[in-house]
């Protein structure tokens, strides 16, 4: 997508209040994406992402600037703790396993837009098949009809829906499906081999079985089956492959997690074991997945993490030089919190309106209730532990829990205003433990 970064801005800008420094620093190392694959082959390949690390409380943006980053252009993500990975020898996921998880949603990816391309082919086929079912099975009950009138009445009822729940005897295509096996570390799956797809070539394919379903049950699984066989597997991973090396995105988050605050060992040198694997994944190697070897040189890392006792600084030196774009993201304020509950497309008070009125209620939110909303998640934020804007979730459930437990689709539809009394009224303990604060030295 060919989008300047005053536009991604934009666009970000829809769903995450606030951290300017953050959007323009993905916004540019985006363009430059776009700017790179604009180049002739032998520039391009001499350029690489620069990647980028956030710091900054919980709860202020950092994953979602990343995941709608992702969604913006179509790009393969994927989202990863570094306190999941353990070091070389231990029990635990190495750390080219999250390369292996981008190369499966790049091939979910791929596979979703060759569906699209083959639809409206895989659809033709399975009325097909489906209306030559349906016509057999008519033929036995009116043998004297003549078999091309009987094939136009029958494509003229599928296309209207009228044969949904007519009975059918269908055959369907057996398959080897690949084994879902659990092995050990170190046995096949750090190369990345697909053990279930080993076993699936050794085994007997099975035999083709006849069922007898609706006519709506078949279509939807025929589309299925009609589809794959229209769809060439080994381009579509090798496409897959491509758009995870050049257009991936992995956001690491809790990197401060395995930094080493001191020295010694235990779980220091486990700390800095996880950096020197996670090491040559950042700079460039190349990791084996079912699907082909995959090259991270040009995938575009984003590591985050919240810094309160540890610094960036406590990171291995070769790490923190792979990330040369640092971003500083702030705590939220009210403003920012009133702005959360009000402006972005998914605003919670929007998702709230939407949810009560499946239950006939209608819900309304006066601009002063929501600022004392914004205040309170703000002191609360202050006083307790600062969950960011996660604290508005709390502050909300609060708020409409009546209104959410006594809702029903029963009786007639209600309207009910939230103004500043009824957040008084119902948030009366907080604000008066929040006021009692104000005395304790």
Known sequence: MDLSPKEIVEQLDRYIIGQ????????VALR??????????????????????????????????????????G?????VEATKYTEVGYVGRDVESMIRDLAEVAVRMVKDRKHAEVAVKAAANVERRIVNAVVE????????????????????????????????????????KPIDMQLPMGIGMEIGVDIGNIFGAIMPKRPPRRRTITVEQARAQLLVEESERLIDNDALHQEAVTLAEQNGIIFIDE???????????????????????ILPIVEGSTVQTKYGPIRTDYILFIAAGAFHISKIQDLIPELQGRFPIRVDLNSLTKEDFYKILTVPANALTKQYEQLLGVDKVKLSFEKEALKMVAELAEQENETNENLGARRLHNVMEILLEDIAFNATRKGPAKEIKIDKKFVQDNMGNLIKKTDLRKYVL
Do not use: C, H, W
């Open 20 to 27: 300017s420094a953050a959007k323009r620093a993905v916004a």
């Open 32 to 73: 430059n994406r776009y700017r790179r694959n604009q180049l002739p082959p032998e520039i391009r390949d001499e350029i690489t992402p620069k990647n980028i690390i956030m710091k900054g409380p919980t709860g202020v943006g950092k994953t979602e600037i990343a995941r709608r980053l992702a969604k913006l252009v």
């Open 75 to 79: 790009a393969p993500f994927v989202k």
């Open 137 to 176: 099975a008519k033929k036995k009950q009116a043998p004297d009809v003549p078999v091309e009138l009987l094939r136009q009445q029958t494509e003229q009822e599928y296309r209207e829906g009228k044969l949904d729940k007519f009975m059918i005897d269908l055959e369907f295509t057996g398959s080897n």
């Open 255 to 277: 990197i401060d997690k395995i930094a080493s605050v001191g020295g010694g060992n235990g779980p220091e040198v486990s700390r800095e074991g996880v950096q020197r694997d």
